[in-house]
């Protein structure tokens, strides 16, 4: 299966003859290590955008494969020096993950109604190297809204860490994909009540907020860095949200942040006094 037009459209044909060949991957090997291994044809035609062929692959899977075969065509997962470098590496390595990058996701989803349990399996096979991003992960990368909540809609984990401990919110916000951070937002809101045309929501501070646990990230913290992209300081405008982020450093400050800050001035204040009388 070649990136071309023919090449898609005899592989379509070929796989109808005999859909054992939607299994296989290949992969082009140096000496040492390999380039890259473990593509298999959903990748390239994701790669492509041929919704069609797609389309057609897995509905072939569908009918004339066993539910096992199927999660096997769909947790294929590509490896290899090809994909240490960027964009390759954002991608997330995964059949789900390629599909939702390149756009061609929602449908593909919608084929596999008959196969729930598999669709689900195949929505948390994470990219084996590298960043070891989820599906969730590479379209927040892609900046996709709509794959974003197709996935979220079928089951994925928004709470799943990638290796560096960043779950698909809170890379969102390092990366300034204001549009998705606030689709995962409205994942998390819990109606409380509704009476008539008012409406109480609650919105669990899991991600937003530390909750005085080290060493965790949280969108707060993600916002507040001296390093972060101009788009992620700006989450901190009331522009943005009403100021709803800038408005959680205010509470926190004075429920007990201020109290916090106050106590380790005067210590910092004890110690220079101390050092100045020894001196």
């Not at 991957?25 to 040492?32: A, E, K, Y």
Request: a positive charge; glycine letters at 8%; one cysteine or more.
């Amino acid at each position: 299966l070649a990136n071309s037009g023919r090449s898609v459209n005899l592989a379509v044909k070929l796989f109808k003859i005999n859909p054992q060949l939607l299994l296989g991957t290949h992969g082009q090997h140096s000496r040492d290590k390999p380039v890259f291994s473990g593509e298999g044809s959903m990748h390239i035609v994701a790669v492509n955008k041929r919704l069609a062929a797609a389309e057609a692959m897995v509905r072939t899977a569908v009918r004339c494969l066993t539910p096992a075969q199927v999660l096997e065509m769909l947790t294929q997962s590509v490896t290899g020096l090809f994909f240490k470098e960027a964009p390759m590496c954002y991608f997330g390595g995964s059949v789900i993950a390629y599909l939702s990058v390149f756009g061609i996701l929602v449908p593909v989803l919608q084929l596999l109604e008959s196969l729930p349990a598999e669709r689900a399996a195949a929505m948390h096979v994470r990219g084996k190297l590298y960043y070891k991003y989820s599906p969730l992960h590479a379209t927040v990368m892609a900046g996709r809204v709509p794959e974003f909540d197709a996935l979220v809609k079928y089951g994925a984990d928004e709470f799943a860490k990638d290796a560096d401990g960043f779950t698909p919110m809170l890379l969102a916000v390092k990366m300034g994909m204001r549009d998705i951070f606030l689709h995962s937002l409205r994942h998390h809101i819990k109606t409380e009540w509704i009476w008539g045309p008012i409406a109480a929501y609650k919105l669990p501070l899991a991600g937003l907020d530390t909750e005085g646990r080290a060493g965790e990230l949280s969108v707060m913290e993600l916002t507040a860095e001296s390093l972060a992209l101009d788009n992620t300081k700006e989450m901190l405008l009331d522009s943005f949200m009403n100021g709803f982020i800038f408005h959680l450093f205010i509470d926190k400050w004075y429920r007990w942040a201020r109290y916090y800050w106050a106590a380790q001035l005067g210590v910092n204040l004890l110690l220079v006094c101390s050092l100045t009388v020894m001196a």
